[in-house]
């Protein structure tokens, strides 16, 4: 069974139904989900932004975790259950203090890119950060626009109008790019390494005209994915700043576990958090946790727990899905490798378990029961 059977099991989710709804009449701004665990959370919010694509809804995302390292295991599941497409994470550009990361600025400059250039009928991604990624302020979009280069096949732009191009946005000449900020020319080819994707663009030229663009790897030089049009960014960190909310489309959903907690790590030191002061009237917000931080919200209760705990012990394990199967739950195993679900088939048959369950063939972070659904992750 695949990520995306699994994750169709839950669009039918009768409390995805029901927000879903209350979401598209725009009659309630604020939501709060309570009893979701584990990537129980996340699956959900994969259902959801689904759900509003299918009502032709504009779905944008904006999930503000608590820190980086919650985010980056709710970037990874949201990641696999959308078959990694249209979800986006906007890190700090900071690894350490004063220090900027290449990758992370990268990434934010993606999320920027991606947002400044979408209509409103296509915005659809989900953007993952954290309240130490918002405080950093970021280029205004109009910046954004004239430090960038819209590249598309079958345009005709001379190579040496191009070449030109980069070096006024202090793009640097080398022999092979390897990392953002470089281009490399050979005879009809010109690699760019730009600051809005992750792997860099070479641009096949026929005369005058674009004849191909094609990701490649950096370690291998070998060509990728091809591609229709491209958007060639330079570094944006010296220029005027922003907030992030500035490039938000108007009907953005916000989720967090508490913005509360957000607005206090804020600590209402910068222009964001004055905005998400603002929230409340602006956009419609997810919480997922115990408690709202708005006066006025719809509460939508699930019924999940997290996966127990069994400690490598097959026979608390055994017992634990013995019980559930009795009760009519589906049991649904995880794992990267085939191997991995044929050896605890095996475990199961040599305990004369009697436990059958459906092998998925990709990972989550973190197991969970669905007890509403009766379901076992």
Do not use: W
């Not at 491209?230 to 938000?248: C, E, K, P, W």
């Not at 108007?250 to 804020?266: A, G, P």
């Amino acid at each position: 069974m695949e990520m995306r059977d699994l994750a169709q099991v839950f669009a039918l989710h009768p409390e995805v139904d029901v927000l879903a709804k209350e979401i598209s009449r725009k009659c309630k701004k604020h939501f709060l989900l309570t009893n979701l665990y584990a990537s129980a959370k996340n699956i959900i919010l994969h259902a959801i932004h689904n759900r509003l694509i299918t009502n032709q809804k504009s779905a944008t995302l904006l999930v503000i975790l608590d820190n980086a390292d919650d985010a980056q295991y709710t970037y990874a599941d949201l990641r696999t259950l959308n078959s990694n497409q249209g979800v986006y994470f906007f890190p700090s550009s900071h690894r350490r203090r004063q220090q900027t990361d290449e990758a992370m600025l990268v990434q934010r400059t993606e999320v920027l890119t991606t947002l400044h250039n979408a209509t409103p009928r296509r915005t659809t991604p989900i953007i993952v950060t954290y309240p130490e990624a918002l405080i950093e302020p970021v280029p205004l979009p109009e910046t954004l626009q004239e430090q960038t280069i819209s590249i598309s096949v079958e345009q005709e732009i001379p190579q040496s109008q191009l070449i030109n191009q980069l070096i006024a946005l202090h793009f640097q000449r080398v022999d092979f790019v390897y990392q953002p900020g470089q281009f490399a020319v050979r005879g009809g080819i010109v690699d760019i390494y730009s600051y809005a994707h992750d792997d860099p663009y070479r641009i096949d030229y026929f005369g005058d005209e674009v004849d191909s663009i094609r990701e490649f790897d950096i370690e291998t030089q070998l060509s990728k994915t091809r591609v229709n049009t491209i958007s060639i960014v330079a570094n944006n960190t010296d220029q005027q700043s922003t907030d992030f909310m500035s490039y938000l489309p108007q009907d953005t959903i916000c989720v967090s576990n508490d913005f509360s907690l957000v607005q206090y790590k804020l600590n209402n030191t910068t222009p964001f958090s004055t905005t998400l002061n603002n929230t409340a009237q602006r956009y419609t917000t997810i919480e997922m946790g115990h408690k709202s931080s708005f006066d006025t919200y719809t509460t939508i209760s699930f019924d999940t727990l997290p996966q127990p705990s069994f400690n490598k012990n097959f026979d608390l394990l055994i017992d634990d899905l013995r019980a559930r199967v009795r009760e009519g739950y589906k049991v649904y195993i995880l794992a990267d490798q085939k191997k991995q679900t044929d050896r605890l088939q095996a475990i199961f048959d040599d305990k004369e378990s009697g436990i059958t369950f459906v092998a998925v063939s990709q990972t989550l972070h973190a197991g969970f029961v669905d007890n509403s659904a009766k379901i076992c992750c």
